[in-house]
């Protein structure tokens, strides 16, 4: 076979690949390779077809936009066709460089001509979505499809609150708005959430997405209205269409920036990062700080597009293929990479639940370089299906922990055997057992079981619990395994001898282990009562309890009624409650604890003291000048607020101090009350 037999072979399978990948991409909005992994083919693709142009063929997917049309949507024809970016993968700054100078030299400047003017914004993980508005009235919003025609979408996207229904008396009897929907990172993660307890429930036919990007897409393509509006969504406009020319009464736009900002005056969410940018360096530095800020955004980018700000000059420069010579898309390193499944562990937790973690080989993704990845029950593991060996997506987007995503089915082993929960508790042997409506096994063992006192006793002495410094994680491992510790009053018995036995324990730090012990026995009754580690009294109840009955034995003797009158205290916190002072053991424990010196102070039982902030969402954020995040937290909780970690339409002010980040840029989005320190006091005083 000659070389252009073979080149032709490689451009065929390279079509066939994209053109399936495109379908699962697309229209099935189930991808099975990262995006990172398309691009390569589909470059490699464009290249081959650059060196031997007569290989081209129409229907080659370089030559299209995107996939196919659903049937159960109607069609739209795009009045302008909904374009492509071309995409510049160099993360480095020559990335910028060489689209600077592309652009120079296609507009034959010299190089002692000014620099270009450039819109620099984010490119925006969503899918691109064509809003068309008659006299200021949105009748039809429609997805991208191939470029040329699309999906009529209206109602899914009507229920999207910041794309506005209707504008402002002076725009223009034609505007179609172009734009990206997409979904916030935290609530694709609570959405996940959602999904994960309706699966474990048992309902059928649910599933977990795997990244926002397709949460958003699946969502905007639900044929069910009211399912969609179940899928959180946000815009940002970009562009624009179809808009009425100027002779026939049309605005007179002649910047791309000019027209957003008009945009945003009309109503349209524009990113408050979009900017005008003078030449290279400019481009340079705006990838460079976007990619600092990536992961403290709320949602997910996945590089920054470059335009040029004229309009006339983009229409000298016109188009390649479908993509404009004006604009490039800056891509930073994927935020999803291909690694393999070397093992699957299963850890237990302090509560004894038992936890599927997949072992990978190392990925670097997102920033980090990636080893573990949790795969959160027996239902989860199956539904994704991950065994050892295979090949898996691994995701890492802004701090959220890194997930497999999904496993690539056409690269496993044949002999790859499915993933079963042992029925053992692979620490201490005991029987794992999963109850009725529960997601999660358990290890029976109890205090028995060496990764449950390990887990107990690192629970106990954390920092907003008994907050015993120096008592980490290795050391109690080896505490226990040495049997140096069995039960948690033992900790207050360790001796100088004991400790120092312990490997890397010089005879200072376990001097210093033990002032840390003895210092912790001074606490509060809320401290105690979490460290504890009842089943479902985090801190916020323990607190509760404590400002309620004020007194240990009023709490331990109190019964389920009773327990009840704690506000925002619930059945299965009563119970849990009172089924943990049931057991002698427990309270056997807490009278050693007493008998080893552990002390605090009590109180009457709270005589309701006011509450001037009662029902008040607040959150904090950022550095405050004078009180740290606890005791701010302790003073809002006391007056009654309830102190929260995200930004959402619910909450009523957000503090924020120095270095404040996403939080902060949130607050302003949704107009939320923003107060420094003194605001904070002035609130708690009583006066906003
Ligand atoms: S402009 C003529 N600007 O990227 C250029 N697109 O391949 C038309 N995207 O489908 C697009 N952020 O969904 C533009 N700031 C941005 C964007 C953006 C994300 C998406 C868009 C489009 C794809 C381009």
């Given at each position: 076979m000659g070389v252009t037999g073979k080149v032709q072979e490689r451009v065929d399978a390279l079509r066939e690949l994209l053109h399936q990948h495109a379908h699962r991409y697309y229209v099935l909005d189930e991808p099975s390779i990262p995006d990172a992994e398309y691009d390569k083919l589909f470059r490699e693709l464009q290249q081959l077809e650059e060196q031997h142009p007569e290989l081209l063929t129409p229907d080659s997917p370089t030559r299209r936009v995107g996939g196919g049309v659903l049937d159960g949507f109607a069609k739209v024809r795009h009045k302008v066709p909904m374009l492509s970016i071309r995409t510049e993968t160099d993360t480095e700054p020559t990335g910028a460089q060489n689209f600077d100078a592309r652009v120079r030299k296609e507009l034959g400047l010299a190089e002692s001509d000014p620099p270009v003017e450039y819109v620099a914004e984010l490119k925006f993980d969503g899918l691109a979505i064509n809003l068309r508005y008659e006299n200021g009235v949105l009748v039809q919003a429609a997805t991208r499809g191939d470029g040329e025609i699309g999906e009529e979408v209206t109602q899914n996207i009507r229920a999207i609150g910041q794309i506005p229904l209707k504008l402002p008396a002076d725009v223009p009897p034609v505007l179609e708005v172009r734009g990206e929907v997409y979904m916030r990172r935290d609530q694709f993660e609570a959405l996940n959430e959602r999904q994960r307890e309706k699966i474990?429930?048992?309902?059928?036919?649910?599933?977990?997405?795997?990244?926002?990007?397709?949460?958003?897409?699946?969502?905007?393509?639900?044929?069910?209205?009211?399912i969609a509006r179940q899928r959180p969504l946000s815009f940002f406009a970009y562009g624009w269409g179809e808009v009425t020319p100027l002779e026939q009464g049309g605005p007179a736009f002649t910047t791309h920036y000019e027209t957003l900002l008009t945009l945003k005056s009309w109503g349209f969410p524009v990113s408050a990062r979009t900017?005008?940018?003078y030449g290279a360096p400019d481009l340079i530095a705006f990838y460079a700080g976007v990619g600092a800020a990536r992961d403290q955004l709320p949602f997910d980018i996945d590089g920054v597009v470059y335009k040029v700000n004229s309009l006339p000059l983009q229409k000298q420069m016109g188009f390649v293929s479908r993509e404009p010579r004006w604009a490039v898309a800056h891509k930073y390193p994927a935020q999803e990479q291909l690694t393999t499944v070397e093992a699957i562990d299963v850890q237990v937790g302090r509560t004894g639940k038992l936890t599927p973690v997949a072992k990978l080989a190392p990925v670097f993704v997102g920033g980090v370089t990636v080893t573990n990845a949790t795969l959160h029950n027996e239902d989860e593991a199956r539904r994704k299906d991950v065994r050892v060996g295979d090949t898996v997506i691994v995701r890492r987007a802004g701090d959220v922990i890194p997930e497999v995503v999904a496993v690539v089915p056409d690269k496993r082993a044949r002999d790859a055997a499915q993933f079963t929960m042992p029925r053992k508790c692979p620490v201490c042997g005991s029987d794992a057992v999963r109850e009725e409506g529960e997601a999660d096994y358990r290890c029976a063992g109890g205090l028995?079981?060496?990764?449950?006192?390990?887990?107990?006793?690192?629970?106990?002495?954390?920092?907003r619990a008994m907050d015993i410094e120096g008592l980490g994680d290795k050391l109690v491992e080896q505490m226990v395994e040495g049997n140096v510790i069995k039960v948690l009053p033992d900790l207050y018995r360790l001796g100088l001898v004991a400790l120092s036995s312990l490997d890397r324990m010089a005879e200072k730090s376990a001097q210093n282990v033990l002032a840390a012990l003895e210092k912790s026995k001074a606490t509060t009754l809320a401290r105690f009562l979490y460290g504890l580690g009842i089943r479902h009294v985090g801190e916020a109840t323990a607190k509760e309890f404590a400002r309620h009955f004020g007194k240990l034995d009023a709490i331990m003797d109190a019964g389920v009624e009773q327990l009840l009158e704690v506000p925002d205290v619930g059945p299965i916190v009563a119970e849990s409650i009172h089924t943990f002072f049931q057991q002698a053991h427990n309270r056997e424990v807490v009278e050693q604890l007493r008998a080893c010196g552990v002390t605090w102070e009590e109180s009457e039982p709270a005589a309701q003291a006011p509450k001037p902030l009662a029902g008040k969402t607040i959150v904090l954020t950022g550095t405050l000048p004078?009180?740290?995040?606890?005791?701010?937290?302790?003073?809002l909780e006391a007056a009654g607020a309830k102190v929260a970690g995200s930004v959402s339409k619910k909450t009523d002010y957000v503090v924020a101090g120095a270095e404040a980040g996403s939080k902060l840029e949130k607050a302003r989005e949704l107009g939320v009350t923003v107060l420094d320190e003194e605001g904070l006091k002035e609130l708690l005083h009583g006066h906003p």
């Open positions: 474990a429930k048992g309902a059928k036919g649910e599933k977990t997405f795997v990244n926002p990007r397709n949460a958003a897409a699946g969502a905007v393509r639900q044929l069910d209205p009211a900017q005008t940018a028995f079981c060496a990764a449950q006192r390990t887990g107990a006793i690192l629970h106990f002495a954390q920092r004078t009180l740290s995040r606890d005791e701010a937290k302790d003073l």
